[in-house]
T-cell receptor
Framework: GQNIDQPTEMTATEGAIVQINCTYQTSGFNGLFWYQQHAGEAPTFLSYNVLDGLEEKGRFSSFLSRSKGYSYLLLKELQMKDSASYLCAPTDSNYQLIWGAGTKLIIKP | DAMVIQNPRYQVTQFGKPVTLSCSQTLNHNVMYWYQQKSSQAPKLLFHYYDKDFNNEADTPDNFQSRRPNTSFCFLDIRSPGLGDAAMYLC????????????FGPGTRLTVL
């Protein structure tokens, strides 16, 4: 079967760094997406990894290890506006996104 | 700006009263998706279209139907809404191929009384 595992909730302090982990099992693999979703809003694209390694985009970075079925999203210099849910979504052999339930990130001053 | 538009943003209906949600896009994407999302849960794919080819997920209830009259528009019909159908309904678009980034509309929040 297909399975996505990420923590339900995390708390971090403004200005700090946080790492959100995701492990996955899918039927085939064609890359992994991270999306951000603020409460009551639609998901918005953050990053995409298809090869092993780190992709950096400003304050956000995403890492992928295909052999381990593992990815993480790293958020630096946290701001209050980063309080949101972060959804890990690997793609399967049919190029369909398989969605995790998301990690709710709470930023405290 | 190219975008995905959903109407209405908020919909209230009565138990058993049919409702239609709409989605339109100016991105000219050939794939359109309908998701149901409940609080603190993953988006659940209901169905999607590759061009006019309709793909229904195996566990999507018969109560949910969809139409795509042209590339730009897609509709979600809920024939007899139950209390359990109260959720956020998200429309997304994408291009078929290896890179499958999905672009979401703002969603429609459905309340069933």
């Amino acid at each position: 079967g297909q399975n996505i595992d990420q923590p339900t909730e995390m708390t971090a302090t403004e200005g700090a760094i946080v790492q959100i982990n995701c492990t996955y099992q899918t039927s085939g693999f064609n890359g992994l997406f991270w999306y951000q979703q603020h409460a009551g809003e639609a998901p918005t694209f953050l990053s995409y990894n298809v090869l092993d390694g780190l992709e950096e985009k400003g304050r956000f970075s995403s890492f992928l290890s295909r052999s381990k079925g593992y990815s993480y999203l790293l958020l630096k210099e946290l701001q209050m506006k980063d309080s949101a849910s972060y959804l890990c979504a690997p793609t399967d052999s049919n190029y369909q996104l398989i969605w995790g339930a998301g990690t709710k990130l709470i930023i405290k001053p | 700006d190219a975008m995905v538009i959903q109407n209405p943003r908020y919909q209230v209906t009565q138990f058993g009263k049919p409702v239609t949600l709409s989605c339109s896009q100016t991105l000219n994407h050939n794939v359109m998706y309908w998701y149901q999302q409940k609080s603190s849960q993953a988006p659940k794919l209901l169905f999607h279209y590759y061009d006019k080819d309709f793909n229904n997920e195996a566990d999507t209830p018969d109560n949910f139907q969809s139409r795509r009259p042209n590339t730009s528009f897609c509709f979600l019909d809920i024939r007899s809404p139950g209390l359990g159908d109260a959720a956020m309904y998200l429309c997304a678009t994408g291009s078929s191929g290896i890179y499958n980034e999905q672009f979401f509309g703002p969603g429609t929040r459905l309340t069933v009384l």
